[in-house]
């Protein structure tokens, strides 16, 4: 990978690890589903206007908007609300290896041998940072993130397959196609909207700009931008990153303890990254205006 492609894959885990932790205070007056109908909308507002027609097909930009968009957010929300947190980040890595093998069977991607070890490492670097995972007696919505994971894994399969678009213009659309699902999930499931966009203060807000801004719009720009260029067992690892800075972030924005054992999952997660980049052998790369 290019050292810009590579500055690229880092930034994304890294902006969404940042996003998550301030979407801590977001959540604590915005229903989910509230909050992701705005984010929706906002990032189609903001990236719609200066973009040409996409270049993908019909079919898939839907398929890639409402499974990568509204649909894996509606069951990851659900799901990770009731799970331990422990379980919870460790369940959430699912979609590398879904992606990778979502790649094999969609867009005939090779599997890679010592990039399924560097993935394994990167995840058992994970695992130390998370601790043993807690018990689980609410398997249903164990499923939910599962299968919440799986959805995500196979828009980006289809991303990598059929998209013909920049990363702002991906994730405008997935935006676009998200909203209107993500608001009907809302007034089924949730309440007290109106109220919550009432009450809220600068303070709400401002934690929902940085949502917004920096594990949305930047994440998603710059995801998409080197998935469109590099297979998904080079970019998916990548993700594996997201806990580390949310822990770091954690840390210097809300006061949150940093172990060591955070400290040294973190090492071994840049081990399994490593492997993947650097020791296995780089496939040519594809630039997006070209595909």
Same mark, same amino acid.
């Given at each position: 990978?290019?050292?810009?492609?590579?500055?690229?894959?880092?930034?994304?885990?890294?902006? #969404? !690890?940042?996003?998550?932790?301030? &979407?801590?205070?977001?959540?604590?007056?915005?229903?989910?589903?509230?909050?992701?109908?705005?984010?929706?909308?906002?990032?189609?507002?903001?990236?719609?206007?200066?973009?040409?027609?996409?270049?993908?097909?019909? #079919?898939?930009?839907?398929?890639?908007?409402?499974?990568?968009?509204?649909?894996?957010?509606?069951?990851?929300?659900?799901?990770?609300?009731?799970?331990?947190?422990?379980?919870?980040?460790? +369940?959430?890595?699912?979609?590398?290896?879904?992606?990778?093998?979502?790649? #094999?069977?969609? !867009?005939?991607?090779?599997?890679?041998?010592?990039?399924?070890?560097?993935?394994?490492? /990167?995840?058992?670097?994970?695992?130390?940072?998370?601790? &043993?995972?807690? /018990?689980?007696?609410?398997?249903?919505?164990?499923?939910?993130? +599962?299968?919440?994971?799986?959805?995500?894994? +196979?828009?980006?399969?289809?991303?990598? /397959?059929?998209?013909?678009?920049?990363?702002?213009?991906?994730?405008?659309?997935?935006?676009?196609?998200? &909203?209107?699902?993500?608001?009907?999930?809302?007034?089924?499931?949730?309440?007290?909207?109106?109220?919550?966009?009432?009450?809220?203060?600068?303070?709400?807000?401002?934690?929902?700009?940085?949502?917004?801004?920096?594990?949305?719009?930047?994440?998603?720009?710059?995801?998409?931008?080197?998935?469109?260029?590099?297979?998904?067992?080079?970019?998916?690892?990548?993700?594996?990153?997201?806990?580390?800075?949310?822990?770091?972030?954690?840390?210097?924005?809300?006061?949150?303890?940093?172990?060591?054992?955070?400290?040294?999952?973190?090492?071994?997660?840049?081990?399994?990254?490593?492997?993947?980049?650097?020791?296995?052998?780089?496939?040519?790369?594809?630039?997006?205006?070209?595909?």
């Amino acid at each position: 990978m290019k050292p810009r492609d590579i500055a690229l894959a880092l930034a994304a885990p890294i902006l #969404w !690890g940042v996003g998550f932790t301030f &979407a801590k205070p977001a959540l604590q007056q915005f229903p989910p589903m509230l909050m992701m109908v705005m984010i929706y909308v906002a990032t189609s507002a903001l990236l719609l206007g200066r973009r040409s027609r996409p270049r993908t097909p019909l #079919w898939a930009l839907l398929l890639i908007g409402a499974l990568g968009g509204a649909v894996q957010s509606i069951l990851i929300f659900s799901g990770l609300a009731r799970l331990p947190a422990s379980t919870a980040v460790l +369940v959430v890595q699912a979609q590398v290896p879904f992606a990778v093998l979502c790649a #094999w069977l969609i !867009g005939k991607e090779r599997l890679s041998a010592i990039r399924l070890v560097g993935i394994a490492i /990167a995840i058992a670097g994970v695992a130390l940072i998370a601790g &043993a995972p807690e /018990a689980v007696d609410n398997y249903p919505s164990l499923v939910m993130v +599962v299968v919440g994971g799986l959805f995500w894994a +196979v828009a980006q399969a289809l991303t990598r /397959a059929y998209g013909r678009d920049d990363g702002p213009t991906t994730t405008a659309m997935i935006g676009l196609v998200s &909203a209107p699902l993500a608001l009907a999930a809302s007034l089924l499931f949730e309440s007290r909207q109106v109220e919550a966009l009432q009450t809220a203060t600068p303070a709400h807000w401002g934690a929902l700009a940085l949502v917004f801004l920096l594990g949305y719009v930047l994440a998603y720009s710059a995801w998409y931008q080197v998935l469109g260029r590099y297979r998904v067992d080079q970019v998916t690892p990548f993700i594996l990153l997201m806990p580390i800075a949310g822990v770091i972030t954690g840390a210097l924005a809300l006061g949150e303890a940093l172990s060591a054992r955070v400290l040294a999952g973190g090492g071994i997660i840049l081990l399994g990254l490593w492997i993947v980049v650097r020791v296995a052998a780089a496939p040519k790369t594809v630039a997006v205006a070209e595909r």
